[in-house]
């Protein structure tokens, strides 16, 4: 189940950057919420940090 959750994690991760890169900022937001959730759960830090800075720089982007 572990191995399972790791790689829902890394197509969320990669989904959300995809789309980030689009431009697609509302659905890049929702995408590294999801994953934010799934690192919260596995307890991963350092991942969890690093969606934080991405939704806040992708927020910043929106509201412009």
Partial sequence: ?????????LAVRTHQL???EVGRYPEA???ARRALAIATEQRNYELVEALK???????????R
């Fill in 1 to 9: 189940a572990a191995f399972r959750r790791h790689d829902e994690e």
């Fill in 18 to 20: 995809a789309v980030a």
């Fill in 29 to 31: 937001i929702e995408t």
């Fill in 53 to 63: 800075a991405s939704i806040a720089r992708y927020e910043s982007r929106t509201s």
